[in-house]
């Protein structure tokens, strides 16, 4: 396989460009996603390429962006759909949960409602309270939804593809304080398949399962630790709905002991449900120690950059946290 | 209408604080001095203190992320307007909120707000509130021409109509989304246009005539204070600068740019002010030099502020 580096931001944009060529069902919609290139310019480029009929621009209404890309995808279209940030998922949830998830459901299995609803979460560009939440557990809670949360250019890329291929409403949430990281990114079409977790770091001693910008740090935690003698696995589950438990387990029976990192509030977070998923399988007999989560307060972001930090978890949280539990 | 020296010089002022405000967030910013995001409303401030110049100290006033002008039209603190954006917690919001959710609830500014169309049904609510317990205050709900797109825009017209609640929907029209032009998202010509739907007065004025601006928001305000229920004051202006720090301006082109920027609101009124024989230049450079020194003042104030400490950062999430 011949690699080129490229970033995150890159990576989505391929991914959308490669399946548009490939598939002339898929198309674009969102605010300014045209000749602004979206708000983190991800799809700068494409309009020059695909045209207005392609690539569209919509007015500022979530609501209809993500149930127009329901009723597109249910009568044969393959939309993805951007909302410009992932906090404006609440003007849309009534045509995501109450519509596009359960068409099929409801329609005794006789719709497909192939759509992809991307989005940028996270915080950490000091935009303040209703541009920087993590709102992910809120979707996994969801029947009928995927949910998608990648970590790193080769994996984003990877999977969005499969998004765009998949026959059911998809929310991708993109990490955008990572946007302009760069990766090895293979050159030839690649898909990587949901529920398929990724080790990001072999370890013995403790496994860090993390989602997010929360792998990034998690593995520099891991790197500081390794000189103090800890030796730390880091698993990213890269989907969250479906999940890979069996990756998981496996790595908490080798280690004995689970950290769970994210950047989303703790309480309610995806964190509680993979502790409870760890503690129901076989691997609960194996825990030499309580299962910890290391997640954001329970609060809005606030704007101070100081303050915004000490929200959610940073490599030194990670690394007081492991040093706890070992 | 007759309005007196020192009501037009009051205005003349707050546009200047405005202008001079933002000009020196922009400079910050560009040196890294403030962080995150901020929409700036220069060539837009006749339509912000106009607008704000009809209302009592009292009443209300719902506005957006591009709302440092109506904030200061409602007589908002400079220097804690500047301290905000520095994330100091000597700000409005102790350093919390920023740009986008500037508020000043004693003075009867509910907040700007970072999601578009997400004042719309605050400011019924702060209607039904007026309404119920007859206080005769009226608020001003400040938008976009975009935000009148979202769902919400549409909900809360209806139920301000059918309720015939104390308040004044203002469209900063301003020709644009982030990038999209009103005619590419925008069913109807003027977004007063969508009153019809709602059986409520519409009315499109010149955004950069602070006098033109007032006399429309003044009639729709006294509509509301007597009880005839809602209506919409547009006003056509332009945003100089780009949507937010992000924006390469590829929607448009520098002529447009150029040729609002011909029609300065500030420059216009200044004009106007002198040709009426209000002030004289050397009182305009005066008063120039003073909102300057306001600026200067605020800064000052801004930068002598410390940073919320990490004590806070859990407080004020419930009451
Ligand atoms: C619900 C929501 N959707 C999208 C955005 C991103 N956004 C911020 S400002 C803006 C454009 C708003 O246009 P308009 O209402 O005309 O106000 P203007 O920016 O021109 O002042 C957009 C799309 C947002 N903040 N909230
Ligand atoms: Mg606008």
Sequence with gaps: MTMALITYKEAVRQAMQEEMRRDENVFLLGEDVGVYGGAFGVSLGMLEEFGEERVRDTPISEGVIAGAAAGAAVTGLR????????DFITIAMDSLVNQAAKMRYMFGGKAKVPMVLRMPGGSGTGAAAQHSQSLEAWLVHVPGLKVVMPSTPYDVKGLLKTAIRDDNPVVFIETKTVYNK???????????????????????????????????????????????????EVIDPRTLVPFDKETLVKSVIKTGKLIIVHEACKRGGFGGEVAAEVMESEAFDYLDAPIKRVAGKNIPIPYCMELEKSAVPQVDDIVNAVREIV | ??????????????????????????????KGMIHGTTHLSIGQEAFAIGSTAALYADDLITSTHRGHGECIGKDADLNRMMAELMGKSNGYCKGKGGSMHIADLEKGNLGANGVVGGGFAIAVGAALTQQM????????????????????????????????LPVVFMCTNNHYGMSMSVARSTAVANIADRAASYEMPGITVDGNDPIKVYEATLAAVE???????????????????????????????????????????????????????????????????GAKDDIARAVEFAQQGSYPGIETLEEDVYA
């Excluded at chain 1, 050159?187 to 792998?215: C, H, N, Q, S």
């Excluded at chain 2, 205050?137 to 309720?163: M, P, Q, R, T």
């Excluded at chain 2, 301006?249 to 920027?261: G, L, Q, S, V």
């Design chain 1, 79 to 86: 939309p993805i759909a951007e909302i410009m940030f992932s």
């Design chain 1, 182 to 232: 760069k990766g090895e990114v293979p050159e030839e079409d690649y898909v990587i398949p949901f529920g398929a977790a990724d080790v990001k770091r072999i370890g013995r001693d403790v496994t860090v399962l993390a989602t997010g910008v929360m792998v990034h740090r998690s593995l520099e935690a891991a790197e500081i630790l390794a000189k103090e003698g800890i030796d730390v």
């Design chain 2, 1 to 30: 209408m007759k309005l007196s020296k020192e009501t037009l010089i009051s205005w003349y002022k707050k546009m200047l604080h405005t202008r001079f405000f933002e000009a020196q967030v922009d400079a910050f910013f560009a």
């Design chain 2, 133 to 164: 317990k007859k206080t005769g205050k009226v608020v001003l709900c400040f938008f976009g021409d975009g935000a009148s797109n979202e769902g919400s825009f549409h909900e809360a017209l209806n139920l301000a109509s059918i309720w015939k």
């Design chain 2, 223 to 289: 509509r509301a204070r007597s009880g005839e229920g809602p209506s919409i004051v547009e006003g056509i202006t332009y945003r100089w600068l780009g949507h937010s720090k992000s924006d390469a301006n590829r929607y448009r082109t520098k002529e447009e740019i150029e040729a609002w920027k011909d029609r300065c609101p500030i420059k216009a009124f200044e004009k106007y002010l002198i040709k009426n024989n209000v002030i004289s230049q050397q009182e305009s450079d005066e008063i120039t030099a």
